[in-house]
């Protein structure tokens, strides 16, 4: 018995070495409104956490409060195990933030900009300068001037300004707003390097198809209310894959599917679409359903016999913006 108890602390010691930010229960007021209502989640070392949620939702007041920027009304926010506010130095130490695009000064070079920046640290010498430049890749515009600098290469000095410190929180506030798509696929890359070294990444985004992506894990919030956290894969498996089947007759075909046990078929999708044409240009009907995959072979073998006419069947799989609008019932993203 003295001995089992002894191997769970040690694996509860060694999952909370790994834990690099926790929040407990955190709730805002401001007035008499509570715009954040009891959040709770952490972060692990290595990983890429997504916080999804549309604007208003209370992503950017959260941010805030995890870098003490404004305190919490209740519950506690520790970084490596320092409160956030009884301990601000200590924990904001292991903290790099970005919030929206970064502040830099574009009459000096990328450099330059670095070293301004350094001299506000304790202990930042040439070397780390050199260290983050590399890891940022810029070594070969470094020494330009930031006016010259694309937006993804603004993007990537922000990120080397808050590594200065060699944090292992980084925290990114919407970092592929105004990318093109070049500079989101470099960007997300970049940020999968980082977590390979180690670096626990905090991001924020209103973007699904990003987060589903780029993220490990995710927590969706809602009006102030973090109402999922788990793995991305994990939380898209939760949401059944939609079937789209071109058939003619129509009507033959949903007799068919209605007969079949827990096969959903949604209202006003059994319609005429182009993406049910023939090779003669005729356009056929199509059905939406929601259905297990492995029954789609004896479906359609049941529908042959039956003298159905089928042209195609397409599977979609869920995303995370199918369970996004399925949790918060169609709250808009953006």
Not at 268 to 294: F, H, K, R, Y
Request: hydrophobic residues 40%.
């Amino acid at each position: 018995m003295i001995t089992v108890n002894a191997q769970d602390k040690a694996h509860a010691k060694g999952r909370e070495a790994q834990l690099v930010l926790s929040v407990n229960d955190v709730k805002k007021k401001i007035g008499n409104r509570l715009i954040i209502k009891g959040i709770s989640f952490d972060v692990y070392a290595g990983e890429i956490f997504g916080f999804l949620g549309p604007n208003g939702s209370g992503k950017t007041t959260t941010i805030r409060m995890l870098v003490d920027l404004i305190r919490p009304t209740e519950g506690s926010i520790r970084i490596c195990g320092y409160d956030v506010q009884k301990e601000h130095n200590e924990a904001l130490q292991y903290v790099g933030c970005i919030v929206e695009n970064p502040e830099l000064y574009g009459y000096l070079s990328g450099w330059e900009n670095l070293e301004h920046f350094a001299r506000m640290l304790p202990g930042i010498t040439d070397q780390r300068i050199r260290e983050v430049v590399d890891i940022v890749g810029m070594d070969q515009r470094i020494h330009d001037k930031v006016k010259t600098y694309s937006l993804g290469m603004r993007q990537r000095l922000g990120i080397a300004q808050a590594l200065l410190n060699d944090p292992k929180l980084l925290i990114l506030d919407e970092p592929t707003n105004g990318l093109d798509p070049q500079g989101i696929k470099e960007l997300r890359e970049f940020i999968r390097k980082l977590a390979d070294s180690g670096l626990s990444l905090f991001i924020s985004s209103h973007l699904l198809s990003e987060i589903q992506q780029m993220c490990d894990r995710v927590a969706i919030i809602s009006q102030g209310e973090v109402i999922k956290v788990g793995e991305v894969s994990a939380l898209v498996d939760e949401s059944a894959s939609t079937v789209v089947w071109s058939v003619q007759p129509i009507d033959r075909a949903l007799y068919i599917l209605k007969a079949e046990p827990e096969v959903v078929i949604f209202p006003g999708g059994n319609q005429a679409s182009s993406a049910g044409e023939t090779g003669t240009g005729a356009i056929q009907p199509q059905i939406v359903t929601q259905m297990n995959l492995d029954a789609i072979p004896d479906v359609s073998r049941r529908m042959v016999e039956a003298g159905v006419r089928l042209y195609g069947i397409e599977i979609k799989n869920p995303t995370l913006e199918d369970l996004f609008l399925k949790l918060t019932e169609g709250e808009r993203i953006g």
